[in-house]
């Protein structure tokens, strides 16, 4: 029998990043956005929005390498309603959001801690 693996405070920013990763692609799943907020509470169990932008990094440079659409758009400042400063968004937000919306997720396996980490330290912009 294996032993179930949770995400806890000792798990890496790879890992953590993974963890967002099946957050954000449930909510493009299901058309939704969340704040830095709700995803960390959703993570951490309590506010720690400060601690993202690392763990966003990952995906957002695995989903640059690999031609995927950019999934850490659906995360959005709570008083601005868009991504953190640090996001590219070089296009019109909402269509950057209905290319997300609209990429069958489910089809794809999701990256591995190590993908996302070696992404991130390549971090290439197409």
């Known amino acids: 029998m294996t032993t179930v693996r949770r995400f806890n405070p000792q798990s890496t920013q790879e890992g953590r990043a993974l963890q967002a990763w099946q957050i954000l692609i449930s909510a493009a799943m299901n058309r939704q956005i969340h704040t830095y907020k709700k995803l960390s ?3 951490f169990g309590h506010q720690a929005s400060r601690v993202l932008g690392g ?5 957002a ?3 640059n390498e690999n031609d995927l659409p950019p999934l850490t758009v659906l995360v959005v400042n709570s008083e601005t309603g868009l991504p953190g400063e640090k996001i590219p968004v070089s296009e019109d937000l909402n269509s950057l959001r209905e290319t997300v919306y ?3 997720w489910y089809d794809i396996y999701p990256p591995t801690e190590q993908e996302l980490k070696d992404a991130n330290e390549r971090k290439l912009f197409k």
Request: with cysteine; aromatic share 22%; charged share 0%.
């Open 61 to 63: 440079f695995y989903c």
């Open 102 to 104: 609209n990429f069958n």
């Open 55 to 59: 763990i966003l990094g990952n995906i």
């Open 41 to 43: 509470i959703l993570m």
